[in-house]
C-alpha cells in the first residue's frame, strides 16, 4: 500500500520561503514520476511541478523561476523549495506518486500573507 506523507507546509510573509517534504513508502519510489500538486479553496487540484525518475522537471507557470522540486530515491523522498512566496500560492499542498493511478498523501496547508 502506497503511503505518502508531507510535512513542512505553514505560515510566511509573502517574499518569504518553506520547503516540504513528502516520505513515500509501499511503492519502487525510484520508478515512479512524483509531483507536487496544490489545492485552493473553491479551485480544482493543480499541477505545481513533477520529477522523473530521471530527474526530469517541469513547472508550471505560475511557479517558475520560484519553486525547484527535488529528490532523493536513496531516502524515498521528494521536495518542493520554495521562495519569493505569494499570496496566491497559499493552499493545501499535495504529493502525488505518478503510476497507472494517482497516489496522495493528506496534504499540508500553506498560508502566505501579504
Known amino acids: 500500500q502506497v503511503q505518502l506523507v508531507e510535512s513542512g507546509g505553514g505560515s510566511v510573509q509573502a517574499g518569504g520561503s518553506l520547503r516540504l517534504s513528502c516520505a513515500a513508502s509501499?511503492?519502487?519510489?525510484?520508478?515512479?514520476?512524483m509531483g507536487w500538486y496544490r489545492q485552493a479553496p473553491g479551485n480544482q487540484r493543480e499541477l505545481v511541478a513533477r520529477?522523473?525518475?530521471?530527474?526530469?522537471?517541469y513547472y508550471a507557470d505560475s511557479v517558475k523561476g520560484r519553486f525547484t522540486i527535488s529528490r532523493d530515491n536513496a531516502k524515498n523522498s521528494v521536495y518542493l523549495q520554495m521562495n519569493s512566496l505569494k499570496s496566491e500560492d497559499t493552499a493545501v499542498y499535495y504529493c502525488?506518486?505518478?503510476?497507472?493511478?494517482?497516489?496522495w498523501g493528506q496534504g499540508t496547508q500553506v498560508t502566505v500573507s501579504s
Open positions: 520529477i522523473t525518475k530521471d530527474g526530469s522537471r
Open positions: 502525488g506518486a505518478l503510476g497507472s493511478s494517482v497516489s
Open positions: 509501499g511503492l519502487t519510489f525510484s520508478i515512479y514520476i
